[in-house]
């Protein structure tokens, strides 16, 4: 332990009376003094994530500054370095999906289920929605199956796109069932609706 933290302990001192003043230019939005300091004090000691961590106040500024990709790094080596702040994770995830990488995104919420297993309902509902981006059905239907299970105070669209889930894994009843629930909290849901209809008319087709 003293080898593999010998870097960290000897800097600390000198490490714990900077850190201040850049947490207080991140405030002040003086994200030169930010770019230019945090990557040194971020690496003498890349264990701290804790709040006002250095990777925060990179990714402030580099975001900031226009540099997405750049913040997005800085914010994956939080979380590889061990960060567990929901609002930073789902930061990250936000940020590829915005650029592009759902895999990327998805996986990332899916860790943080990992690291924060609370009842989260934003979590899920994302979760289901780029899940079923991605074509993955199973994980979607789990998703949206979370959130009607923490009673959510919108079940009618909850149910919609758990039904939405079932039908394309082909799981017809299940589907169904979950659009009548939909249907008994919001009558006049029109999704619900259409899906309803589309699967009664396979069903009638099926059956001739």
């Not at 300091?37 to 250095?54: A, F, M, T």
């Not at 997005?72 to 999906?97: C, H």
């Not at 909850?158 to 659009?179: G, M, P, S, V, W």
């Amino acid at each position: 332990l003293d080898t593999q933290h010998k870097t960290s302990v000897d800097r600390f001192e000198a490490w714990s009376k900077v850190i201040k003043p850049l947490n207080e230019a991140r405030k002040a939005k003086r994200w030169e003094e930010v770019l230019r300091d945090g990557p040194k004090l971020r690496d003498d000691y890349i264990e701290y994530v804790e709040s006002g961590s250095v990777y925060e106040a990179l990714a402030d500024a580099c975001e900031a500054t226009g540099n997405k990709p750049a913040a997005m790094a800085e914010l994956n080596r939080y979380l590889l370095n061990g960060g567990r702040d929901p609002v930073l994770i789902k930061r990250l995830a936000a940020l590829q999906e915005e650029t592009g990488n759902k895999q990327a995104a998805e996986a990332t919420l899916r860790r943080l289920l990992w690291i924060y297993p609370v009842k989260d309902e934003e979590l899920h509902r994302k979760l289901g929605a780029l899940r079923g981006s991605l074509r993955n059905w199973d994980g979607a239907a789990e998703a949206w199956c979370a959130v009607v299970a923490m009673q959510t105070p919108d079940p009618a669209s909850a149910n919609y796109e758990l039904a939405r889930a079932y039908k394309e894994l082909q799981q017809f009843d299940n589907a169904r069932d979950a659009l009548l629930t939909a249907l008994e909290t919001a009558p006049g849901y029109r999704p619900a609706q259409r899906l309803l209809l589309e699967l009664n008319q396979k069903e009638q087709i099926k059956q001739c």
